[in-house]
């Protein structure tokens, strides 16, 4: 047993059967993701008094936590947070900054986000395979329907959106949902 459940236990009011439940466990990740915002949002007013950039560059394990990104950049100065793909690899940031003091601008390849792309019918085949476990259905481009989000100018990072194919798909379809 790890030596800091006994910790754990007392700061969550928890014990060995306890800490497998899962409103307990939903508990400790709201006050986990708590502490989390508000350490960062710390870290981020203390930039925004050193720095007049109107750009941020957020670097680590913690930046695939989108949802503190989101409250990070709307309750900040900065107009912009650049979110790098290589969670942990603080390197990157600093390359970059090296490269700006030194004038020398970055080269700035394929977007790492986007990934690789595919045709309908490699997706066909790859939903076909399974199809035990994923129900989907490919609509009628003529009978879709626009989506309601807010027109923007770029698609959102990682976004492989394609006027010529949607296909739907639940994995909740198949008992894996929680009720």
Same mark, same amino acid.
């Given at each position: 047993m790890p030596a800091y459940?006994?910790?754990?236990?007392?700061?969550?009011?928890? /014990?060995?059967?306890?800490?497998?439940?899962?409103?307990?466990?939903?508990?400790?990740? =709201?006050?986990?993701?708590?502490?989390?915002e508000t350490v960062t949002a710390g870290q981020l007013r203390t930039l925004e008094t050193r720095s007049d950039l109107p750009r941020v560059i957020f670097e680590g394990g913690l930046v695939l936590n989108?949802?503190?990104?989101?409250?990070? &950049?709307?309750?900040?100065?900065?107009?912009a947070?650049?979110?790098?793909?290589?969670? =942990? /690899?603080? #390197?990157?940031?600093?390359? &970059?900054?090296?490269s700006g003091q030194?004038?020398?601008?970055?080269r700035i390849g394929t977007s790492p986000y986007l990934g690789p792309s595919y045709g309908g019918q490699e997706i066909r085949a790859a939903l076909q395979q399974y199809a035990g476990q994923v129900v989907w259905r490919e &609509? /009628?481009?003529s009978t879709r329907r626009r989506?309601? #989000?807010?027109?923007?100018?770029?698609?959102?990072?990682?976004?492989?959106r394609s006027p010529s194919r949607a296909i739907r798909c639940s994995p909740n379809c198949c008992g894996s949902s929680r009720s």
């Open positions: 459940y006994e910790l754990f236990d007392r700061v969550f009011g928890g /014990d060995a059967a306890c800490r497998e439940e899962f409103d307990h466990r939903v508990r400790v990740a =709201g006050a986990a993701q708590h502490m989390l989108c949802v503190n990104n989101s409250k990070l &950049l709307e309750r900040s100065r900065f107009t947070m650049d979110v790098s793909f290589g969670a =942990g /690899d603080v #390197a990157i940031g600093a390359a &970059l900054y090296a030194a004038g020398t601008p970055p &609509l /009628d481009p989506s309601r #989000a807010p027109a923007t100018s770029t698609p959102p990072r990682g976004s492989r």
